[in-house]
């Protein structure tokens, strides 16, 4: 039996029963009631179900780990029996699920769709269509915001405050969905979508590290938690730095957040000394803080107004979304809404439901995921002199980060930071391995595997890891390829391959092995025109991947390119940091590699967050700088590996050999040529200064992008307190010497009588 067409009809849907409950039912008033529709959207952590019955779509969740009460669901609700499979015709169309070359089908989409195609097979005896993920995330995304009154919202200090969208003004805008870990994605129109990026610090690591530190066992028991704690116990606030006279002069408030987990470094106390609420409140507002962090990031960066935050991990939770809510408006300075869906851990599987509708070809254009850099390998020299090195931007690793443009001699500005610094990869580390200093942390990590705790690209999707096809046209890639081609080798001219008769890939593979070739540019025409032919085989990938790199000459521009181009993620890849974590004992997990995943994670998070200010600022250079980068190798190399990946080798990466010590001088420029030693006296850099959201009181009104000019008007006003301070602290200095030098003196005449009586008793004798 063929592939038969099946119809959603969307007109009139709408939201049914409680308005504000989780996940309501929506209604399909006009979709025939004897259709059987189910959709799965499988992630690395929980399978989401959507099915349609009794004129309503419902909307059902299960654990990944527990698959065999999502299989027994489907046989208890009939959604795979009798009429499901029993396709009927309506005005020449298929109204049911049906059949695919003879077998019974669901739409399926996720990582756990590839994993776990041949469980369904075997234990309900259906094959799974299997739809790309962020295909289908945006589509799931487009249908609510395009179909359903009512479907998105804002969430600021408790109170919802229904969306209204205008269909015809919705695009573009940017959708930051948090699973396990994070796709950012920007949407353009219907199918039309580009992932822009992403990062492995996700729902995963918030659940991941909540078990190892509350001993949580569900995440709906970890959000409880976070309601009752206090995150000011164990987060470190610039007061705890500055104090409250130096805040108020570099206009920020007090009770400015400065480094999460910060006030752990500085306390004798174990893990058993803190409470589950005040640990589970601090883990929540340091990562919800940073996914915001890097969502607007990535909105200025593309000139986006627009930013919606969909993912299983929101949970309709009221601190989550006020968290995420509060940080975009205060980065932005309002110019940004986050808003949030009903729905919105079920984007996935709604849009694998509205795939039955793809025959409708209208608009389905997608855009390739990234274009090919001019550069990969960035022909950046190491020489800089005093007239070359301006602007760069500056970036101080300390508890917290804080980047700092620096534009010419004298002429800087601080841009914005991060809450996630040194002072959080110590206080993690301190409540969950014991170390008590950064040395034994770093000899930790290099003993660890964070691969033992980090779920990977291969944990979710399967050995072959993830892969996309080409989804443009053969002449652009034939055009694209020239381009490369030329630019690699300076090829002018080329002789393309015909690979249309060639159906066994394993043949191909090895024959393309065993070509005896001498040309760098042949390679590339091997492996490009190989893709043209076989689409998604991840075996030709690996070995001619393997080809290109026996070739020393081969530039690494055709590995970025050939990446970007079929959307490849190897099965090692970490796809979320402590995402592998199922015990919520400790014990469990050995400190070694707690040690490594959490280095590995912040370093990476450091990186990216990097990369986009640097990218934002149009900056090519950035000098690394602190206390917790010390010179050591192990940090600067992850690093570096994560701004070349980012950048595509486009940003320069330069460490400060005396890094500690801002008035010293550098192994590579004084401070002085590079315009910044005025900032060792202006106590910039010199404290912790960050741009997190603030834990309390009202929002600073303090604009980075002016603070040299406000930092000028706070001295004029107060130069009298500030210089009273000095006075009275220069009296102190001298009552303290007055007092040293009175003890000297009468130590000295003690001796000196001493001495005379001894001379005395020499004479008499």
Known sequence: MGGRQVVLDLGGAEIRGDFEKRNPPIALPKQRLDSSLLALDIGGTLIKLVYFADGLLHFVKFERRRLHECFDFIRSKNLISGKAFSPELSNGHVVSVGFLNGHATLKATGGGAFKFSGKFKDDLGVTLEKLDEIDSV?????????????ASFTHIDGRRKVVEIDKNNLYPYLLVNIGSGVGIIKVTGNRKFERVTGTHIGGGTIFGLAKLLTGCLSYDEFLKMSQQGDNLVLDLIVKDICGELVSEKQGLSSSTLASSFGKVIASKTTLSDYKPEDLATTLLSAFTYNIAQIGFLVAALLGLKRVFFGGSYIRGHPSTMDNISYAINYWSKGQMEATFFRHEGFLGALGALMSYNDHDTEDTEMECDHEPSANMDGNLTSEHN??????YLLVNVGSGVSMIEVIEKWKFQRIIGTHLGGGTILGLARLLTGCTSYAELLELSQRGNNLAVDLTVG?????QGYSK????GVTELRETTEALLATVSGAHSLHYLTLAKIHDLEAFASCALAFPISAPSFTFEILFWSFVATANCLLVVAKLVTLLLYYSEVSLLGIYFLASVLHFLAASTTASAFGKVTSNKLSDYKAEDLAAALLNAFTYNLGQISWLVAKLSGLKKIFFRGTYICGHEQIMDKISRSLRYWSKGQLQTTFL??????????AFWSYENMGIDELATKEVIKQVLLGAPYVGEKSPSWSPKKLSDNLRQKDDQMTSQMELEKLRHENTELKDEVTRLLKENAELRAKLEESHDNNLQNSCK
Do not use: M, Q, R
């Not at 945006?138 to 009512?150: D, H, R, S, T």
């Not at 096809?469 to 443009?472: F, N, R």
């Open 386 to 391: 005093e007239h070359s090195i301006f602007p």
């Open 459 to 463: 944990d979710i999707y399967g050995e």
């Open 657 to 666: 050999c005396h890094e500690e010590f801002l008035g010293a001088v550098g």
């Open 138 to 150: 945006v589509a799931g995304a487009n249908f609510l915001l395009k179909e359903i009154p009512g």
């Open 469 to 472: 096809p080409w989804l443009g």
